[in-house]
């Protein structure tokens, strides 16, 4: 009863959506049968509860997709990759443990799940999670986490204007090569050459800063 | 020689599609790197379509309800995964990590949930902390009559039918946008996704995979000629 009281813990995070009427209700069911529902209790965020596999991927879903965006950097591959980490994850999870406990298990099917994608595309693997990268550490709905634009400028700060320019057009902003020379007043075949020899100057610094 | 590959990986990605498979070099995998890099940084990207998030929702559900066998295995990812590997994963590392975080409770996740409207019931909100205030006068909502109000910290509708008097909150429970009152169909229009509720809160229309719930109710009174509802006190 104690343990099933403590699930009710209301979930602080995760998109508008995640909120659903069935929490509530659950939520509000139990309240009732506790003797003493008077006086409601405050649930710290740390020990929070899922209630159900439904909470679980609402509050996570999003924090998975940016994660694996982050180490991909596509959609279709991180759709794919996040699917994948909720279908292994989801049917031996056992939901009665702590919102942390469940967040440090997807982060762990996911590390793998990462590792078998370049295995199985590249043989190389180009991206991994480490212990430093985290499902808590930015809110459910933030675009990018800051980390990854962080990182992003940092890198194009090291780099002579021509290069940091024509990859933010190319890669930031989604601009065509045939628009990024426009924008920068070259022909088509310049940028090209550009934009390759600009990435080989990024991924260099890399390998130094690393 | 994998330089082409290379290449054309980063093709892929600056188009936003997946990136085809290649043999990759040791001396490719920094070009990538930073490729990938550069490209989640792109506004916006982090974020999950919004029918990927409802799809993905419902065929967990489905998995999980049991609709396909463990044995099929493909219910979620598409027909490219290797099943051999799957296999593998799953019975190895996996199950240790599923071991480090507690025993295997299958049941409490394929218990299939109630439909997200209906079988709970329609939610009444009802604040810790609450007052009756007044949002019209008895005489303006007339038989049949609807009125929006707004108390800073609760936005709805009331509408008065067969003499009773009825609030809802004004806000879809999709993703939270305001309600808009259609006067000639009598319903709530939420101006995001074409979700439509009536004035008792029922959903009518969505375009969603997964049903939005009914809209939560209000207490609603009449006293001293006027219509009161019960919310949280707050910005006048």
Known sequence: MVDAARRVARMARGPGQGRSSFTKSRAEEQVADEPSAGTPLLRVVSDEFYPDWEAVYRDNVARVYRLMFAKVGNRPDAEDLTAEVFATALRPLRVSASAAEVRAYLLVTARTVLAGHWRRTLGREVTTLTDEDSLEAAPADAPTSADTAGRAAAMLAQLPESYRRILELRFLESCSVREAATAMGISVTYAKVLQHRALRAAAALREVSE | ?236
């Open chain 2, 1 to 236: 020689m994998s330089r082409r590959g290379a290449r054309r990986f980063v093709a892929d990605l600056l188009r936003g599609r997946r990136p085809r498979s290649f043999r990759a070099q040791d001396t490719d995998v920094d070009d990538l790197r930073a490729a990938i890099t550069l490209r989640s940084a792109q506004p916006g990207s982090g974020v999950p379509r919004e029918e990927f998030v409802a799809d993905l929702h419902q065929r967990l559900a489905d998995q999980l309800a049991g609709k396909h066998s463990t044995e099929d295995a493909e219910p979620v990812r598409p027909a490219r995964v290797d099943t051999t590997r799957r296999r593998l994963v799953a019975a190895s590392s996996l199950a240790a990590a599923a071991a480090a975080v507690g025993a295997v409770a299958d049941h409490v996740l394929t218990t299939r949930t109630p439909a997200p409207d209906g079988v709970a019931g329609p939610q009444t909100l009802v604040p810790n902390t609450g007052s009756w205030r007044t949002v019209a006068a008895s005489a303006d909502l007339t038989e049949g009559g609807v009125q929006g109000f707004d108390l800073g910290t609760v936005v709805g509708f009331v509408s008065r039918t067969g003499g009773a008097l009825r609030a809802v909150s004004g806000v879809c429970t999709h993703l939270g946008c305001r309600l808009a009152l259609d006067v000639p169909t009598r319903q709530l229009d939420c101006p995001c996704h074409q979700t439509s509720f009536a004035l008792d809160g029922e959903l009518l229309r969505h375009q969603l995979r997964v049903p939005p719930p009914a809209l939560p109710q209000l207490e609603v009174r009449e006293a001293d000629g006027a219509v009161q509802i019960y919310a949280p006190p707050g910005p006048a």
